[in-house]
């Protein structure tokens, strides 16, 4: 099946210092890639939604200003949160679709930030 | 808005007992609805889907129907394995294949001890 790759898979940082975290598909090309964020006991819930080489779609609540994302080839697609503070501290998780109409999203393992 | 509501966890059980975990959604339209896993360390893995009402998602011995009318999809197994020890999550979307915005329920952990 599809595999979706992140790195790292858990990093810790000091308050408002910037993480970056890769999302990459090893064995398709992911026109379309999903960013999500996790909280404990709460559901996975949408941040962004990005086309390779177009600008994210950010949901609604999500700084797009602190939560860079950069999808600049079909199988790389990059998390960047800037001037984290402690409430960041989430597991974040990304998912890829592939393109010519496929319409499954194959999810990575997420990412554990914990910012101190 | 949509939403997806999910029997909180864990759910312990011993191995080949009958599985029951309920959920429930709100959503505008026809929905699509699907069932994931994650199984420790890796990413969600899709389990089994159901596109309209009255459909059946079976997979590895896993079973949801949708109901439209209690608009419900729980999810069922006979007789469960150690090996069923995951995290399940219930969840829709507007696109048949899930390929599109996905509303997750908040996961309910299952352990199967023998």
């Known amino acids: 099946g599809a595999v979706v790759s992140q790195h790292p898979s858990r990093v810790i940082c000091k308050s408002g210092t910037s993480v970056k975290i890769e999302c990459r598909s090893l064995?398709?090309?992911?026109?379309?890639m999903f960013w999500y964020r996790q909280f404990p006991k709460q559901s996975l819930m949408l941040m962004a939604t990005?086309?390779?080489?177009?600008?994210?779609?950010?949901e609604q609540g999500v700084e797009k200003d602190k939560f860079l994302i950069n999808h600049a080839s079909l199988t790389l697609s990059t998390l960047t949160v800037t001037s984290a503070h402690p409430e960041d501290s989430s597991f974040y998780i990304c998912?890829?679709?592939?393109?010519?109409?496929?319409?499954?999203?194959?999810f990575g393992p997420g990412t554990r930030l914990t910012v101190l | 808005g949509n939403s997806v509501t999910q029997m909180e966890g864990p759910v312990t059980l011993s191995e080949e007992a009958f599985l029951t975990i309920n959920c429930t959604y709100t959503?505008?339209?026809?929905?699509?609805l699907f069932w994931y896993v994650q199984y420790p360390g890796e990413g969600l893995q899709l389990l089994l889907k159901?596109?309209?009402?009255?459909d059946k998602g079976s997979n590895k011995g896993f079973e949801a129907t949708y109901r439209k009318e209690t608009t419900s999809f729980h999810l069922e197994k006979g007789s469960v394995q150690v090996s069923d020890s995951a995290v399940y999550f219930c969840?829709?979307?507007?696109?048949?294949?899930?390929?599109?915005?996905?509303?997750f329920g908040t996961g309910t952990q299952l352990k199967v001890e023998l």
């Open positions: 990005s086309n390779e080489g177009s600008k994210a779609t950010y």
């Open positions: 159901a596109t309209k009402a009255d």
């Open positions: 969840a829709l979307s507007d696109r048949p294949g899930g390929g599109n915005k996905l509303t």
């Open positions: 959503a505008t339209g026809y929905p699509s």
């Open positions: 998912s890829a679709r592939g393109g010519g109409g496929f319409d499954e999203q194959f």
């Open positions: 064995d398709f090309q992911a026109t379309t």
